[in-house]
């Protein structure tokens, strides 16, 4: 009998050990995602802070938003453009309308989506500017059947073009996939603030912008090249 308590003792010791450890294990995973939760609320309201100020003229906070986000929007404008003095202007002109335009900044709103969305139409505007140049984008064929006698001006980047058949591409879309399409792809709206706005899980959204983005190259034909560049490389 003395064997049998010295063992039921020791496993209820072990057992309150173990339960001992379980809990304090528990506890710092609880603690370690509170912590993160607080960090990620943290790195919101300062910037929502930043954007408060920016709205009421403060330079020290713009030059703040532009450190955040400066390096992200020139490798996305560099993707692009393969050039690093294009992406560089982009940059400064994206946030030289920043700065202009900081009174009509909606806090509400994602900052970064509206940083995006300005690049890409800065982006858009200096192809257009350029477009009647041989030398720009000289390596974009609109033509992708590999014909060799396709003259100069045939070869031309025409985005007039390009905007009105991509407007009539959209039309083949489902009502559903025009909008998740308008609003990641054109809009620079993530996946997860469509999917939370739509009330749908992300891999429905991730598969509807698929589906569209499937639709729209074949439509496009010749000017898939130039679709896939902006919106799915």
Known sequence: STLYFLIKSSLITLSSNLFSIVSSFLCLIFFILYLFGQYVLEEMDVERIYLERLRSGSYR?????YESYASRLYAFA??????????KDIVQE??????????QIDLDMSFSAFLFTMAKNQLLNEFRRQAN??????DVVLNESGDGEETAIERKLSFEEFNHRLEIAKQKLTPRQRELFELNKEQGITITEI????????????????QALHVLRKELGKY???FSLFFIG
């Open 61 to 65: 906070d713009f030059t703040k938003l």
């Open 78 to 87: 560099l993707h692009l453009t393969h050039s690093d003095a294009l992406a």
């Open 94 to 103: 994206t946030f030289i309308k920043v700065w202009v335009r900081r009174e």
């Open 133 to 138: 140049s041989p030398l720009f984008l000289e």
């Open 195 to 210: 999917a939370a706005k739509a009330l749908i899980s992300e891999q429905s959204v991730r598969n509807q912008l698929s």
């Open 224 to 226: 898939a090249l130039l």
